[in-house]
């Protein structure tokens, strides 16, 4: 299985960084090649606070302290070639434009507020950190509390035993099934409210669909009302009105008509004008007396239609005052939304019965994708400590095993249904003890590096840069983990901070860091060396401060490979 992936790809790398006014630094320039870039100084000359400006122009915390004059600004800029990284995904999400040769800066004003950019376009710091995580990998001592991190260690699992798209998968259906979980969550606690207010809405709802409001005509009822109220007046006062119209010689009507004769024994303009007049008179009234005699007629004394005719008016002025509605259409919307709600609690019954049904098959499948991950990861395991183990032993830890101890449980958590931790054995695998417990710094160290080394062969990982992971090392155990960063650099940029010849002598590229001192300050410089610079200054790591013919000679030896 570690033969058949190998992702050399593009060449990614730091190309250069740029400080300047940041802590022991006024104005540096450093310059990086592909293959494994050496950086070599005495203690205090300013090597890891140069490690600290990167970290800044990745995004991490700054505050004013970091300034060497406090009245200027602090410029970070970190340059990259990012053609084989695959991020355009990455600037389309934080909508930045991608450029194969990316730029991360830093600004940092006498106030201690900082602006952060990529490519000249301000971003926040998350943004910064996001793509620079994608850029490089930052490797001390302190950061190999990283093998203790649970994402880190199934991620490693995952994708040495080829199960990263299998756990991808899973993780996915995983973030569905949650999402269900909230929304089912969400349904019940909208039926427990709507159930508190249910029997009252239907009460509320039954009395208003009772009253069959679209069919009540308020005003007609309240005409109907006022004559049923007044019957036995009108009916007297029609009927003296039908006498008093038409109902004798002596009717207004009659008398009009005989008024109209009158007139019409003249032929004269004015005659003929009252004539008319008097006939428009004689028409109007003779309606009124149709109309009078049909009120007449269709008056009645009817107890039983008013006491029908009031309640159906009460009950909806009840309802109006009760609802505190103007008219009846704010009623009969009023009914709507009650119905409305009624009916959400009704469907809410069939949403949360369909959801947990999907769920219950949802966790069916996860669980049973969760047993199918455990039983590959423990099948590989083996296979993956085994390789681990002969790295450790190259390094000087030829006693150590690794173990994957992978816990199978009911549980279903975000890698599946294990729990996992990665534990030493110091004495050939006898007994073995959680990692964190078990090892020491340097052991910590080559247990890391072993893993990053072979992940390389799986993954195309950042560019990498190790600070002085290398203490605790010596002779030729030094050598085989510079070797292996060696080798590692074959595929990615490696940048190694170091005290140890052995490893120094293995680059292809190498950075000296120093003290610049005068009268008024001591600052950081960083220099390239080449030919006799670098042979001395391997030799001075081999022999010290005194330069040796000795030393320079083993240095010689050193740089032959």
């Not at 600004?107 to 998350?126: A, C, H, M, Q, Y």
């Not at 990998?137 to 880190?152: P, Y």
């Not at 009717?251 to 009009?256: M, R």
């Not at 090392?473 to 590692?488: C, D, H, L, Y």
């Amino acid at each position: 299985m570690f033969d058949n992936i190998n992702l050399h790809l593009l060449l990614n790398m730091l190309i250069s960084l740029k400080v300047k006014n940041y802590a022991l630094i006024s104005d540096i320039d450093m310059h990086f090649d592909k293959g494994m870039n050496i950086i070599t100084g005495e203690t205090g000359a300013g090597k890891s606070i140069l490690i600290g400006a990167l970290g800044l122009a990745l995004g991490k915390r700054a505050d004013i302290s970091s300034l060497r004059n406090k009245e200027d600004k602090c410029v970070i800029e970190a340059s990259f070639d990012v053609r084989g990284y695959a991020l355009q995904h990455i600037f389309n999400e934080h909508d930045l434009d991608y450029e194969e040769q990316t730029i991360l800066r830093r600004e940092i004003n006498s106030s201690g507020k900082s602006r952060s950019f990529i490519n000249d376009t301000p971003v926040n710091l998350k943004s910064l950190e996001d793509i620079g995580s994608n850029l490089i990998e930052i490797h001390s001592q302190h950061d190999n509390l990283q093998l203790f991190k649970t994402d880190f260690q199934y991620y490693s699992l995952d994708i040495l035993a080829g199960l990263l798209e299998e756990q991808k998968s899973y993780a996915g259906d995983l973030k569905i099934l949650k999402k269900d979980k909230i929304t089912l969550e969400k349904y019940r606690q909208q039926q427990s409210e709507l159930a508190k207010e249910s029997d009252f809405n239907q009460f509320l709802f039954d009395e208003l669909a009772a009253a069959q409001l679209e069919s009540v005509q308020e005003g007609e009822l309240s005409e109907e009302q006022e004559l049923l109220e007044n019957a036995e007046d009108l009916i007297r006062t029609f009927n003296d009105a039908d006498q008093m119209v038409s109902g004798s010689e002596i009717a207004i009507t009659s008398q009009l008509q005989e008024l109209q004769n009158v007139l019409k024994s003249q032929k004269t303009i004015v005659t003929v004008e009252l004539g008319d007049r008097v006939n428009a008179v004689l028409i109007e009234m003779q309606d009124i007396a149709q109309e009078v005699a049909r009120n007449a007629e269709r008056i009645e004394v009817n107890p039983e239609r008013l006491k029908e005719v009031n309640e159906k008016l009460g009950f909806i002025f009840n309802l109006k005052n009760k609802h505190r509605a103007t008219d009846i259409p704010e009623l009969i919307s009023l009914r709507n939304e009650l119905e409305q709600k009624l009916n959400v609690t009704e469907s809410l019954s069939g949403e949360i019965a369909i959801l947990e049904q999907s769920i219950a098959k949802q966790e069916t499948t996860l669980y049973t994708k969760a047993q199918q991950l455990s039983k590959k990861r423990k099948k590989q395991a083996t296979q993956i400590e085994q390789r681990i183990d002969e790295l450790l032993a190259q390094l000087g830890m030829q006693h150590s095993r690794i173990q994957f101890d992978l816990v199978e449980n009911i549980e279903l958590n975000a890698f599946g249904c294990n729990d996992l931790t990665i534990k030493l054995s110091s004495d050939k695998g006898n007994s073995y003890s959680d990692l964190k417990k078990a090892a020491s710094g340097g052991e910590l160290a080559r247990i890391n590096l072993s893993l990053k080394s072979v992940l390389a062969d799986f993954v195309k990982m950042p560019s990498s840069i190790y600070d002085e992971i290398d203490t605790g090392v010596s002779g030729e155990i030094a050598r085989k983990v510079g070797g292996m960063m060696q080798e590692m650099s074959g595929s990615q940029q490696v940048i190694v901070i170091t005290h140890l010849p052995q490893i120094a002598s293995l680059g292809t590229n190498h950075l000296f860091v120093y003290k610049s001192e005068n009268k008024s300050s001591v600052e950081t410089q960083v220099r390239i060396l080449t030919g006799d610079e670098r042979i001395n200054e391997i030799a001075k790591m081999i022999s010290g401060d005194v330069l040796t013919a000795h030393a320079v000679e083993q240095s010689k030896e050193l740089l032959k490979g």
